[in-house]
């Protein structure tokens, strides 16, 4: 009997197999904790570039594909989010901003939105009315570019102290520019900190002066040390419970408002060996919010001591990183403080400033290759950049045996011709922000000349020719943490009046979504886990209501973040225009 139950049995197994094939049964999966279904999802993943759906469990993207394929992950306990159609993309890395300042500016007036002097003023005015005595006012956000009128009288276009002094006589008041490389400040608050007309310009900074030679309140780059020494003896005085809740509410407004703007991950561009402790804590505490991946600021001294103290990777499941160092060897160009190769064409007496002395970068590339960390230099102006190029090719000329060390060039916003090629060639990453772009276009060519800004601002076409990566972001709170406004900025090069800021040098949509993902990943060593939707990485994803690859270019700024996703876990949502945070925040 047995040769001919064998062959009824084959028949019958391969009939089923047949019938389950055709009826469309499917191996099952071990269930998902989340599904995406139903989207257009846009992996930045070469070997599967689009996808209608992706399934999570824990932390990770376990698969990505077509609906059916997906649908085997589906369980009883598996969270299913029904797309329809919206756009899926791997979650906005901001490359280059400031966390705490990014919290801290919700905390004090935002000076962004006005549109002179006087309106500035009468702003204080309001607060000093209210402020406790001796209680500092600060603000933040004016640009003397963007302002509908010039004061008077003024220097260099920025305002006397007289008529602030006035609205708060009694309170010290310190008003930041948008870039963060100037500062404006009332009489008492010059007064605390000892700034007279014999008060001496300080290494890499001024003390803004009338003819006669006094302080007008204004101050620039490293001088506005002088303002905030004074402060920071105020808040000595304060206890440390006020300050440590200062600075916890101060990342809670941070982590809230990059999660509203889609924001997973958040490059910090320079913080304290003290913050970073707290972050630690915090990142272990699960109460970050956000992942931080952060640059280390501290002088070369404290360098040298802890630096290899500090090497974090992937702590409190991947929410902190730390593995670079942060150095400034120039301004802002805005501030005029950008160090250039010729003067200014608006100020012909200067050439900008020097922040940090050459020798002094240098023993930090020194620490920096020697301890395998991550060099990060602010350098906007064509010398600052040009200086900082030496720097690092200096450093990998004498560290032969060091490879792939993508150091970066923070913002790289204005270069010679001649030095373009040489990001590519040392493979020096461009952590730029397209955003500066449309904000400053306005007023660049009044800075630098019509022939100059063509041939070095901002030109990212030139940049990728050579190889060179690029990586995004905002360098917030100088501009909003708003990925969809950097997009848009970064594909269009459109400035408030509708022109374009040479146009030839626009990136395509792909590379700006690269640009805020996968080479934004790649900028911080941290492609393996982030920056594209592939299985085996972290589950981080930003759903947008419009697809921004696709939609005409008027569109983008409408796209609105559905879902903010990190690590399969949905921690903001906006639905039918009810936004919710679904995090366990420190003030919670």
Partial sequence: MRPKIFPRLL?????????CGFSGCARKEEPADLVLSNGQIVTMDESIPRAEALAVRGDRIVAVGDQKKIKRFIGESTKVIDLDGKLAIPGFIDSHGHYISL???????????????????????????KAEPGEWILGRG?????????????????????????????????????????CLANAKAMELAGISKKTADPPGGQVVRDDKGTPIGAFRETAQGLLRRALNNYRAGLSAEQIMSEQRRAITLAAK???????????????????????RELAEQAKLGVRLWVMISEGNENLAESLTRYKIIGAGQNHLTVR???????????????????????????VGLNTTPIEAMKETARLAIENDFQLCTHAIGDRANRETLNIYEEAFRSHPDKKDVRWRIEHAQHLHPDDIPRFGSLGVIAAMQGIHCSSDGPWVIKRLGEKRAQEGAYVWREL????????????TPVEDVDPIACFHASV?????????????????????????????????????????????????ITVLSKNILTVPDEEILSAAVVYTIIGGSVRYQNIGGRQEYLFSFLEN
């Fill in 103 to 129: 919290g801290q500016s919700k905390m004090a007036l935002d000076l962004t939105k006005t549109n002179n002097w006087d309106e500035i003023v009468a702003m204080v005015k309001a607060a000093a009315e």
């Fill in 492 to 540: 269009t090069r459109q400035m408030k009046d509708g022109s374009a800021f040479f146009p030839a040098q626009r990136m395509t949509r792909e590379e700006a979504l690269r640009s805020y993902t996968l080479n934004a990943a790649y900028s911080g060593f941290q492609e393996n886990i982030l920056g594209s939707l592939s299985a085996g990485k972290l589950a981080d």
């Fill in 142 to 182: 004016w640009h003397q570019e963007k302002w509908d009128k010039m004061p008077e009288p003024q220097v260099d276009g920025l305002p006397f102290h007289t008529n602030l002094s006035q609205a708060s006589p009694n309170n010290p008041v310190l008003l930041t520019h948008a870039s963060g490389h100037s």
């Fill in 464 to 475: 990728m020719k050579t190889g060179a990566v690029i990586s995004n972001g905002t360098d």
């Fill in 324 to 350: 670079a160092i942060k150095r400034l060897i120039d301004g802002a160009l805005g501030a005029h403080g950008a160090w250039l190769l010729a003067p200014y064409d608006d100020l012909p007496s200067s």
């Fill in 257 to 279: 408002e990059c999660l509203a703007k889609g924001v997973t991950s958040f490059y910090d561009a320079g913080s304290s060996f003290e913050t970073i402790d707290l972050f």
């Fill in 11 to 19: 028949i019958f197994t391969l009939i089923a197999v047949l019938v």
